[in-house]
């Protein structure tokens, strides 16, 4: 094996196989709200037999709040990249 980038991204890119993807382009302005929904109900319909989705958001003008139901708000600025995990 290679060695390793020095970041945890780059080094997961480089061992992770990546099967598909879908995207959703949401154009917004103030005030405003997106909620994705559950990885549970989409996962069948658009990548049938995955095991795992990985939700992102990307925050290309302006800024928002980015937070999981029931969970604390974090604030997101142009430039910056959310990655909601298991």
Known sequence: MGEMAGDALSD???????TGATFFD??????WAVCSP??????????PGADHLISY?????????ARII????????????????H
């Open 70 to 85: 029931g969970q604390e708000a974090i604030p997101v600025e142009a430039g910056e990249v959310v990655v909601f995990t």
């Open 26 to 31: 949401i154009e917004a302005q103030d005030p």
């Open 57 to 65: 958001h990307v925050l290309t003008a302006g800024r928002c709040f």
């Open 12 to 18: 997961l890119l480089k061992t992770v196989r990546l």
């Open 38 to 47: 559950a990885p549970a109900s989409i996962l069948p319909r658009i990548l």
